[in-house]
């Protein structure tokens, strides 16, 4: 094993991890340590297009190999047109429909764990739980501004649907820069009334910028919906054919 790049200091999880970009005798590869979750993961799951195939492993000593996701991650992606939106929707749909479908909520949808070269692919599966999973409580913290009010706060358990809010922020990335989400109350009735406000000041802008790309008015109402921090008033299934009147 060769290691061509050190990427540890990038790693959401902060207990000794190793992760490497490799010369592999099958490839450029990732070896990363203290892995063992993501690997049982990539074992159950099975091979998907959307994500890393698994090379090798070791469940005893906690390492894995697995492909090297080619590209930039989409935190280099920016000012997208209404081509690049339309190709990360389908591929977000395809990948929300197979996790989803194994009751599996990622979590960490978030531009730096998503990289694109000749297409999408999602790499980092450190945060991925079951469906209804108690979160750790995170309100108040300042950070994790991909991630929904209530995958922020330990009472709701874990949805898919918090996924559909990650992919609009993603989105919203891409066209206004990163969320300004403030994540800064910790009570939990002060957090909802900042994320309900914080989304009015927002919206207006990132659906004057949606409406001029092209997109059709029921693509642009899900992504907002998508959009809105509260659960339960973004859509319910992750499908914008049809959403509302499409035009």
């Known amino acids: 094993m060769i290691i061509l790049e050190d990427y540890t200091g990038l790693s959401n999880i902060s207990n000794n991890r190793k992760v490497y970009k490799i010369k592999h005798e099958s490839g450029i590869c990732c ?22 195939r698994l090379i090798d492993y070791n469940l005893e000593k906690g390492w894995l190999i697995k ?10 992606h920016m000012h997208w047109d209404v081509y690049m939106v339309r190709q990360f929707y389908e591929f977000t749909k395809s990948l929300f429909d197979y996790l989803h479908s194994h009751n599996l909520v990622l979590q960490d ?26 979160f750790a409580n995170l309100l108040g913290s ?34 206004v820069g ?6 800064s109350k910790k009570d939990p009735m002060e957090a909802y ?22 997109l059709k008015t ?20 992750f499908n914008w054919d049809n959403y509302s009147s499409c035009s």
């Not at 029921?218 to 299934?237: G, K, S, T, W």
């Open 193 to 214: 009334e900042q994320y309900e406000n914080e989304y009015k000041q927002f919206k207006d802008q990132f659906l004057d910028l949606l409406n001029s790309i092209g």
């Open 218 to 237: 029921c693509e642009v109402n899900f992504i907002i919906d998508c959009f809105n921090p509260i659960r339960q008033y973004r859509p319910q299934i």
């Open 109 to 134: 949808f978030k531009p730096r764990n998503i990289s694109y070269g000749n297409k999408f692919m999602y790499f980092d599966l450190d945060w991925v739980v079951k469906e209804k999973t108690q």
């Open 67 to 76: 492909e090297w996701c080619s590209g930039k991650t989409l935190d280099h």
């Open 142 to 175: 300042e950070k994790y501004l991909y991630k929904s009010f209530e995958s922020l706060y330990s009472l709701p358990l874990a949805s898919t649907n918090d996924d559909y809010f990650s992919f609009a922020n993603v989105v919203y990335n891409s066209l």
């Open 31 to 52: 070896y990363k340590t203290k892995a063992v979750q993501e690997t049982k993961l990539l074992i159950s799951l099975g091979y998907n297009k959307h994500l890393p």
């Open 178 to 183: 990163p969320p300004k989400w403030s994540n």
